[in-house]
């Protein structure tokens, strides 16, 4: 693919490997990043991508850091946002962009939720904005779910997901932009249900988190919820889901165990306490571990 400029709003958790990703495949990258602490930490930050993948160091001279949003983004063919999961900032965003950059170029929101279509909603060029929800850590899961809004041009999906692919990703062409996607639909399903039966005690969140991870957790990198349906046939799926699916958790709204989590500032590995209780060496691990397990899988 012809090398493209590339620029990333955001250096934090996802803009910083999404701004590797590309600079590690050739494109030049610019990184916009507001916050002084954040640009400061990014280049020991992109460094150690490097080690981690085994690539030399000198993919990071192909980004540059900048404090302003202005010169990162023009002459760039591609904006990939990856601001706050904040409407209102995001949409101030790419009416900012829509000032600065060539009428040709790609508006694309990393949002884990929101939907495209309503941060590009008050534009006048609709038809380049595209959501492409990459997964963190975004320079090691290989999915990015491209999300076509209701003005989207085929050009635009297109383009996105040939340039997505060169990176060594795999793309997911998303027909209707709904919240969450399918992912992330998919995975908050899990998780609702997952905090019901804490919160219910039926079992403590280790013993939870060990039947996902050593049970229906194992195979689901290469047999997916559907293929599984498939393969024990529909006629049992249907007889477990007339017993179990009248029994699901049903709320309509994040239940109020972990709201009462937050409030309490028990907010996971960061505090300390979350679902469970980490020492810096514990949360430090399963980063480890997630990293490392991800990179084995990229280079297998």
Same mark, same amino acid.
């Given at each position: ?70 010169? %990162? ?8 946002? %990856? ?86 990703? %795999? ?130």
């Amino acid at each position: 693919m012809t090398c493209k400029t590339i620029a990333v709003v955001g250096g934090g958790l996802m803009g910083h490997g999404i701004a590797f990703l590309f600079a590690a495949t050739g494109h030049p990258v610019r990184i916009f990043e507001p916050t002084e602490a954040v640009r400061a930490a990014l280049p020991d930050r992109l460094a150690g991508l490097c080690d981690l993948l085994g690539r030399d160091r000198a993919v990071v001279q192909e980004i540059a850091i900048h404090e302003r949003l202005a010169p %990162a983004a023009a002459g760039s063919d591609v904006v990939f946002e %990856a601001a706050p999961e904040k409407l209102a900032l995001k949409r101030a965003l790419f009416a900012e962009l829509e000032d600065v950059v060539a009428p040709e170029t790609i508006l694309a929101s990393n949002s884990s939720a929101i939907p495209s279509t309503e941060i590009g909603r008050h534009l006048t060029r609709r038809g380049r904005v595209v959501g492409t929800h990459f997964w963190n850590p975004p320079h090691l899961v290989p999915l990015v779910e491209v999300i076509q809004t209701e003005w989207t041009t085929d050009a635009t999906i297109t383009a996105t997901m040939d340039l997505l692919r060169a990176a060594g990703k %795999a793309p997911v062409h998303v027909r209707r932009d709904i919240p969450g996607f399918i992912g992330n639909r998919l995975q908050h399903a899990l998780k609702r249900e997952a905090i019901a039966l804490l919160a219910a005690g039926v079992a403590d969140a280790a013993t939870i988190d060990t039947v996902v991870k050593t049970g229906f957790g194992a195979r689901l990198a290469v047999l997916g919820p559907l293929e599984q349906c498939d393969l024990v046939g529909l006629d049992l799926t249907l007889d477990i889901q007339e017993t179990l699916v009248p029994h699901l958790d049903r709320s309509a709204e994040p239940t109020d165990f972990l709201r009462r989590k937050v409030a309490e500032g028990k907010l996971g590995m960061k505090t300390g306490e979350g679902f469970r209780t980490w020492t810096r060496e514990e949360a430090d691990a399963v980063r480890e571990r997630l990293n490392r397990t991800l990179a084995a899988r990229r280079d297998g």
